[in-house]
């Protein structure tokens, strides 16, 4: 069993900045990818960033060129670097890793907070 532990949520200012971090831990054999989602009120969650094990990443459309993504690999912690973030950012983020021992299982965070409003 794999455990998520989210932190760094909290209330910004437009075109101000949060850093999100995801700790992994428990009986960690490998993890592959590790991500972040995010669901706003009334909405699907959606795919915010990804990174590999091997460092690739991908974000979705509206966070390209503001927010950026990192893992460390022997922390098994994936942070999220939020820049001039929007009133449209706002939702719960969650993290989510893939875990592989013999199969591939994802594991979910239990989401976190970002607010941002004047």
């Known amino acids: 069993q794999v455990q998520l532990v989210e932190s760094g949520g909290g209330l910004v200012q437009p075109g101000g900045s949060l850093r999100l971090s995801c700790a992994a831990s428990g009986r960690i054999f490998r993890i592959d990818a590790m991500g972040w989602y995010r669901q706003a009120p009334g909405k699907q969650r959606e795919l915010v960033a990804l990174?590999?094990?091997?460092?690739?990443?991908n974000y979705a459309d509206s966070v390209k060129g503001r927010f950026t993504i990192s893992r460390d690999n022997g922390k098994n912690t994936v942070y999220l670097q939020m820049n001039s973030m929007r009133p449209e950012d706002t939702a719960v983020y969650y993290c989510k890793a893939v875990h592989f021992f013999v199969n591939f299982r994802n594991y979910w965070g239990q989401g976190t907070q970002v607010t941002v409003s004047s």
């Open positions: 990174i590999t094990s091997s460092g690739s990443t």
